[in-house]
């Protein structure tokens, strides 16, 4: 069964670091491109940015370009986005997901909860 | 980035009903297109991708139409699991913006 597997529920300070995972299991991970959405609180979901495990080619979304790092370790089928330092504001659940026959999202992982206060 | 713009963003109906949301883009994304449902709780769901192809698993009373701009996803004959909220998404150009969600409630 192809699945998503998403690290646990995170807070943070203000200021620290954070790098949260989603690990694909059941099928070949090099092959599809690996995606992070963001859902603030109450609010829509936000494309934040897509990555290529086999050659890490990635796109980001201007709107988080410079504030999170999205990479991959295809060693370990596992996908990752980082902040350097965190504000209150990305407070949100994040989810993982997976590209399939489209660049839509057809797979997704179950999210993890980052609170920053 | 390309602009989405779904109505209505909340949608009353009964259970046995058949409803249609809209979502128009700000320029033509051609058949590059999806909608998802989302759950309380829930990580969202693929339902239509490639504007109108039904996502394996997915329930043939949703079904997917348009190009371009403008878009549709209709529920025929709703059923209680159907109430959610659902999002269309661009996938021609990065970033591949979602809609800001319609919300389908029971009337």
């Known amino acids: 069964e192809v699945q998503l597997a998403q690290s646990g529920a995170e807070v943070k300070k203000p200021g620290e670091s954070l790098k949260i995972s989603c690990k694909g299991t059941?099928?070949?991970?090099?092959?599809?491109?690996i995606g992070w959405v963001r859902q603030m609180p109450g609010k829509g979901l936000e494309w934040m940015g897509v990555i290529y495990p086999d050659d890490s080619d990635t796109r980001y979304s201007p709107s988080v370009q410079g504030q999170v790092t999205i990479s991959v370790d295809k060693s370990i089928n596992t996908a990752y986005v980082q902040w350097s330092s965190l504000k209150a504001s990305d407070t949100a659940m994040y989810y993982c997901?997976?590209?399939?026959?489209?660049?839509?999202?057809?797979?997704w992982g179950q999210g993890t909860m980052v609170t920053v206060s | 980035d390309i602009q989405l713009t779904q109505s209505p963003p909340l949608l009353s109906a009964s259970v046995g009903d058949t409803v249609t949301i809209t979502c128009r883009a700000s320029?033509?994304?051609?058949?590059?297109f999806a909608w998802y449902q989302q759950t309380p709780g829930e990580a969202p769901k693929l339902l239509i991708y490639a504007a109108y192809s039904l996502q394996s698993g997915v329930p043939s009373r949703f079904s997917g139409g348009g190009s371009g701009t403008e878009f549709t996803l209709t529920i025929s004959t709703l059923q209680p699991e159907d109430f959610a909220t659902y999002y269309c998404q661009q996938l021609i150009t990065y970033p591949y913006t979602f809609g800001q969600g319609t919300k389908l409630e029971i009337k």
């Open positions: 997901a997976r590209t399939g026959v489209s660049d839509s999202f057809h797979i």
């Open positions: 320029q033509a994304v051609s058949k590059y």
């Open positions: 059941g099928y070949s991970f090099s092959s599809y491109w």
